[in-house]
Each structure stands twice: as C-alpha cells, then as structure tokens.
C-alpha cells in the first residue's frame, strides 16, 4: 500500500475492493497460457527439430520461466485466484518448483521486500543498488547472463540457500540474513529437495517414456543461458535507476513500463510489468492492474513523477546506463 500518501486521494473503496478481487477462471486461464505456450513450443520442436524451432523453444522457455516466476509472485500474494489455497497449490507445484523456489519461501522474502524496499533490510537491494552503470559495465553483465555465467550463480544460490533456509547470498533471490537452527535447516532440505526430485523426476521420466528426454535438457539450457538476461531487465524495469532507493512515496522507487505486445513475450508476461501500481495495492491481481493503470493515469498519479513511467523496455536499458 501506498506510504505517505492516500490510495483514496485516487481510488475509491469500492474500486480497491473491485480491482484486489481474484478470479478462479482468470486465474486458471493464467496458467494454461503459461503452460500451453510450453507445451506448444515443445510439440512444434519434436515435430521439426531444426535450428530455427530450438531458438525459438529457448526463447520460449526462458520468457515462460519468466511467467512462472510471475505466477509465483502473484499466488504468494494469494490475489491470483479467489480461492486461497489455489494461489498455495498452484502457486507452489506448478510455478514455483519448476523455477526452483518454493512458494513459503518466496512468500516470507517477497513479504519483507514490500514492507522495506529499498532499505538495507531489502533482500532485492544488491539486485538494483547499483545502476546506472556505465555501458560497458552493462555490456559485461550481459556477457555473464548469455554466457551461463549469472545462471549457474543463481542456481547454485537458489540450490544452496533458498532450497535449505541456509542465510547466504542467494544471488536472483537476494541476501538471506536471518539465522537459522540446523534443524530448521535439515527439515527445509528434506521437503524442498524431495518436492523438487518429485516434480522434476516425474518430468524427466514423462518426457523420457514418449522419447524426448532432450526437452527438459533444453529447459535448463534456458535456465542458465536466457532467463537471467530477462530476470536482470525485470529487476532493473521495476525499481533501479529511480529517483531514491528507499522512500515513502512508491512512485520514486518503483516504475510501471508500458509494454508493447513483443516486450511481453520477452519481459512482461501476465502484467508484470505495471510494478508501481502492484506496490500501490499489492493484493490486486495482475490481470487487474492495467485497468487500476488507466484510472490512476488519468487522476493524476504520476504528474510530476516522470520516472515512475517508462514507455517499452529499451528505455528502461538506457535509463540502467550512464554515459
């Protein structure tokens, strides 16, 4: 929720409770797009295995590891669905483990994220601190992102850290601070690893029994070679390069780029890229936030705030570099 400033300066009490209302079809539909893209792609590549239709699985893949990622976000938040324990269950077996993080550890972190972006306290801080940063830095962390080199990083952080609740540098997850008793460690790697052997076990021998165990091959190829790029353009879209790291005010910490249909399919998928309005009122579900977008635009929210809205993901890459 907006801090220092009235949401009702804007919106009225019947349109927050309209807009933060979830829907079990919308919600559902979120992730057959997902899945079907996934599943759609892979079918075109086994009927006509060729270089053009393996890029075009890759680049599938990682924007949709990126769809996960955001129906991850949204199931944490329990707005994605009406029904609560759709956003834990869906959230958590079919988002979440296939992008290697559990929904109770991505609620918990993502919790603290809300309550102090921008401080110290911030688990994203080390994501955004930095930028802008000179063009060939940049050009240098894109190097480390197509070359696997940011992902084995985060997988080895997400491996490491994340999966066991161990505090450490959990890289695309942030810093991990908070102590924790070996026991809580033991019981979290128990039930991490077993769901994510389960999950990823039972891919590998579906797609082994019909022949084609080289998707899921494919699928880590995105992982690491892919997915870090666009995770990195997220991370920057949504709060680097803003007027302050940490502020009461949501509209100098976080930005809301408007994105054209290819930008979508590379770095927006299921309104993610609407970020200020979803740190204005974050239990509205992203399928709402492009209308909560218009109706804020035209009141008047983001006068005199012109970094807090970006038009297409180029300007976001330049505003991330400086001369």
Known sequence: MIIGMKITNFLSAEEQKELRTGSNFRGTMGFIVSWGMIAGVSVLYVLFPNIATLLLLLWIFSNRQMGLGVLLHECAHRS???????ND?????????????????????????????????????DNIKSYPVTRQSFRRKM???????SGLKSF???????????????????????????????HATLVNYSQLLLVHGSAAMLLGYFGH????????????????????????AEHAAMPALASEDVRD?????????????????????????????????????????????QRGFYQHHPDALVNGYPDVIRKAMSA
């Not at 994605?80 to 759709?86: E, G, N």
């Not at 869906?90 to 483990?97: N, P």
């Not at 190097?143 to 080199?149: A, L, M």
């Not at 165990?213 to 880590?220: A, Q, R, Y």
Request: include cysteine; glycine fraction near 8%; proline fraction near 7%.
């Open 213 to 236: 165990l080289e998707l899921l091959l494919w699928w880590w190829v995105a992982f690491l070679f892919g997915y870090p790029f666009i995770l990195r353009i997220r991370q920057i």
């Open 80 to 86: 994605w669905f009406r029904t609560p324990w759709l």
């Open 156 to 186: 080895i952080g997400l491996m490491l850290y994340v999966n066991t609740g161990r505090p450490g540098n959990a890289i695309s997850m942030g810093v991990q601070k908070q102590e924790v008793s070996r026991e809580e460690v033991v």
């Open 89 to 125: 269950v869906a959230g958590h077996w079919f988002a979440g483990m296939w992008v290697l993080v559990p929904l109770p550890f991505y609620r918990k972190y993502h919790f603290i994220h809300h309550t102090r972006t921008g401080t110290l306290d911030d688990p994203d801080l």
């Open 253 to 297: 910490t976080t930005r809301t780029t408007i994105a054209r249909w290819w930008e979508r399919l590379i770095f927006a998928p299921h309104g993610v890229n609407y970020h200020c309005e979803h740190h204005a009122l974050p239990t509205v579900p992203g399928y709402h936030l492009p209308r909560m977008h218009q109706l804020l635009k």
């Open 143 to 149: 190097w480390r992102d197509f070359t696997g080199r």
